[in-house]
Nanobody, 127 residues
Framework: QVQLVESGGGLVQAGGSLRLSCAAS????????IGWFRQTPGKEREFVAA????????DYADSVKGRFTISRDNAKKTVYLQMNSLKPEDTALYYC????????????????????WGQGTQVTVSS
């Protein structure tokens, strides 16, 4: 198991930027695929971005492609989500998730494949 703690959320105006962090503790961080997901009230949790164990494969939801950047520092056991050109529709509770057994190529976007979740950090973008 790995414990995840998100931080970096807040209130920002449209067009602004935020950087979310996901700090992990526990077992070997580099064994885990990491995903970012987000959720708004009444909606299902949706995929945002994912990064494989070595950081060589990265994927994004179409809605954030070109604006968000995911990265990881295995030495610091931390994954980052740099969010630029934020829009009001990016407002959500953002979660990071980790899984040691997930097959990245087929399952990086599938929230049910991730066994470990953080508590979430709120991002609010005002218009």
């Amino acid at each position: 198991q790995v414990q995840l703690v998100e931080s970096g959320g807040g209130l920002v105006q449209a067009g602004g930027s935020l950087r979310l962090s996901c700090a992990a503790s526990g077992r070997t961080f580099s064994n885990y695929v990491i995903g970012w997901f987000r959720q708004t009230p009444g909606k299902e949790r949706e995929f945002v971005a994912a990064i494989n164990r070595s950081g060589t494969n990265i994927d994004y939801a179409d809605s954030v492609k070109g604006r968000f950047t995911i990265s990881r520092d295995n030495a610091k056991k931390t994954v980052y989500l740099q969010m630029n050109s934020l829009k009001p529709e990016d407002t959500a509770l953002y979660y990071c998730a980790a899984d040691a057994n997930l097959l990245y190529s087929t399952s990086y976007y599938r929230r049910y494949e991730y066994d470990n979740w953080g508590q979430g950090t709120q991002v609010t973008v005002s218009s």
